[in-house]
């Protein structure tokens, strides 16, 4: 199935009054999966119970987010990796460097090899 995408019109970043305005296309969201949906799908092609599926999911948000506040990067394999990574104002020396000029915090997902690979096999359809 194709990833169906839109036109949307944007301003130029950072421009008073957007500066000359181009189109750009953006993809067409075309629902979602839940952790019920997901279950399922993977219960059809295992022979493990929903509800045993339903455990390791929701202990592997457990978990991770112990691992990621410990600082580590967390691995899945083919899935990808996630890892914390921070924002900073800069300081004029390194013995200056500390805690307090941290200004943002996000989780960054690096995909691994197979979602890569798809990427590079998707096909487009303007919707």
Not at 85 to 112: D, H
Request: aromatic residues 6%.
């Amino acid at each position: 199935m194709p990833i169906k995408f839109k036109a949307i019109e944007r301003g130029e970043p950072g421009v008073p009054g957007g500066g000359t305005k181009k189109w750009y296309a953006t993809t067409v969201i075309q629902g979602e999966r839940n952790i019920d949906q997901l279950t399922t799908s993977i219960e059809k092609i295992s022979t493990v119970s929903g509800a045993d599926i339903r455990a390791v999911l929701y202990a592997m948000v457990d978990v991770c987010t112990e691992e990621l506040a410990n600082g580590n990067i967390v691995r899945f394999g083919d899935l990808g990796s996630m890892r914390v990574s921070i924002s900073s104002v800069g300081a004029p020396t390194a013995l200056e460097v500390n805690s307090s000029i941290i200004t943002k915090n996000r989780i960054l997902f690096n995909p691994g090899p197979r979602l890569v690979n798809m990427l590079g096999r998707l096909i487009y359809q303007k919707a």
